[in-house]
């Protein structure tokens, strides 16, 4: 006869049922983190290992005035945002420098002028994060008010 442990782990949910549970409480999860990037009130950017921009938020489009099919990589996106080949050259040096040391969990910080799609220019400070899963989270506040103030 088996004992008691042996016939309480044989009871266990049927697969299909289990993966309905994973799958809506994976969606109520997505949904969540959705609604939190979509409403930041700082632009959110989420980067691929190989610099693509898996997503945008609608705050980043309102800062910077590119949609997401504008400003498909990191390539796209120093181009436009950074016109001047001298000063890009240099932006992109610093990011390159500072993501070669970079791990999960740790922010880099850095400020830098970027010219937005209808030609204004703005102080935008950024704050990138890589994510356990190499991809990096780039945060995007524009603080071009406070240094004019300084």
Not at 17 to 37: F, M, N, V
Not at 70 to 87: I, T
Not at 96 to 123: A, Q, W, Y
Request: glycine content about 6%.
């Amino acid at each position: 006869m088996p004992s008691e442990t042996q016939n309480f782990n044989e009871i266990k949910p049927k697969e299909p049922l289990q993966g309905k549970i994973e799958t809506k409480e994976s969606r109520i999860d997505q949904e969540r983190y959705r609604s939190i990037a979509d409403f930041s009130p700082i632009g959110l950017v989420l980067i691929d290992k190989d610099g693509n921009f898996c997503y945008i938020n609608p705050k980043f489009r309102e800062i910077f005035g590119y949609e997401q099919n504008e400003v498909l990589n990191g390539r796209d996106w120093f181009k436009r945002a950074y016109p001047n080949s001298e000063y890009r050259h240099n932006v992109i040096s610093t990011w390159i420098r500072d993501l070669k040391g970079s791990r999960p969990g740790e922010k880099r910080h850095r400020t830098f002028t970027v010219t937005c799609k209808d030609g204004t220019e703005k102080t935008i400070r950024f704050i990138a994060t890589k994510l356990e899963s190499g991809k990096d989270l780039l945060t995007c506040e524009d603080v071009t008010s406070e240094k004019q103030a300084e």
